[in-house]
């Protein structure tokens, strides 16, 4: 080969690799650099776009939470004012202003006796017997002479005289308390706390005494029978008598 060919050639080639150098440098100019949001390999990161179902739905229950927090203190609010049922019961049930429990039971219950028993002629009467009642104060020996049956009931003493029981004032100073302090009618041999116990359970069974079942003639047990004695035509006392003891069917 001839030397100017070979020189031609070469001058072709390096021809050739200017241009090829120039055009590289161009297409490195070209090229988009990689912004701020792009992670280390280079790519570009962008949000991705939510589907439109999803964003309604989320929206949806974002709205759901707002009303449930606005109703919240509403409901709280009517639940306080509203009364509950067990209190409306409660004060339905109580009564307006409680009596006094004697004189509501036998307002509730006023029961006669239609065939009360008749007393005997021979009974001495209640008015015959405070007439005989030894109210005088007497030592033992005095008593015990005069009166043969005499016992120890409660916190005093009773002498016993025609069919009734009376204190035996001063028979021993240290045993003189007494509910009541006059005659007490009595039959059965029973004793005077023995014939208590028996009205009281009478009047109770009839609804006219609700108290201890305790043999004392108290308060309580003389109104009881006096209001007994009101509503069955007899002679109002309060006290244990023949017609109260008849008319109650204890003898």
């Known amino acids: 080969m001839k030397r100017s060919n070979i020189r031609a050639l070469a001058l072709l080639v390096a021809a050739m690799l200017v241009i090829a150098q120039i055009a590289g440098a161009q297409t490195e100019s070209s090229t988009p650099q990689p912004s701020q949001n792009s992670n280390n390999n280079g790519k570009i990161v962008r949000p991705e776009p939510q589907p439109p179902r999803q964003q309604q739905q989320k929206q949806t229950q974002q709205q759901q939470e707002a009303q449930k927090q606005q109703q919240q203190p509403q409901s709280q609010?009517?639940?306080?004012?509203?009364?509950?049922?067990?209190?409306?019961?409660?004060?339905?049930?109580?009564?307006?202003?409680?009596?006094?429990?004697?004189?509501?039971?036998?307002?509730?219950?006023?029961?006669?006796?239609?065939?009360?028993?008749?007393?005997?002629?021979?009974?001495?009467?209640?008015?015959?017997?405070?007439?005989?009642?030894?109210?005088?104060?007497?030592?033992?020996?005095?008593?015990?002479?005069?009166?043969?049956?005499?016992?120890?009931?409660?916190?005093?003493?009773?002498?016993f005289d025609s069919g009734y029981w009376f204190p035996a004032l001063g028979f021993d100073p240290n045993y003189e308390a007494y509910d009541y302090d006059g005659p007490i009618f009595t039959y059965g041999n029973l004793l005077p706390d023995q014939v208590i116990l028996n009205v009281q359970r009478a009047l109770a069974d009839l609804g006219y005494y609700n108290g201890a079942l305790s043999g004392s003639l108290s308060a309580a047990t003389r109104y009881a029978i006096s209001a007994y004695q009101q509503d069955n035509g007899l002679v109002v006392n309060g006290v244990v008598d023949a017609p109260l003891v008849y008319s109650l069917g204890l003898q």
């Open 77 to 159: 609010s009517q639940q306080q004012n509203q009364p509950q049922p067990q209190q409306q019961q409660q004060e339905q049930l109580q009564p307006p202003q409680q009596q006094p429990q004697q004189q509501r039971q036998h307002q509730a219950r006023r029961v006669r006796r239609s065939n009360p028993n008749p007393v005997p002629a021979s009974v001495m009467s209640y008015s015959s017997a405070v007439q005989r009642f030894q109210r005088e104060r007497h030592n033992r020996n005095w008593w015990s002479q005069h009166f043969a049956v005499i016992v120890l009931v409660g916190g005093g003493y009773y002498y």
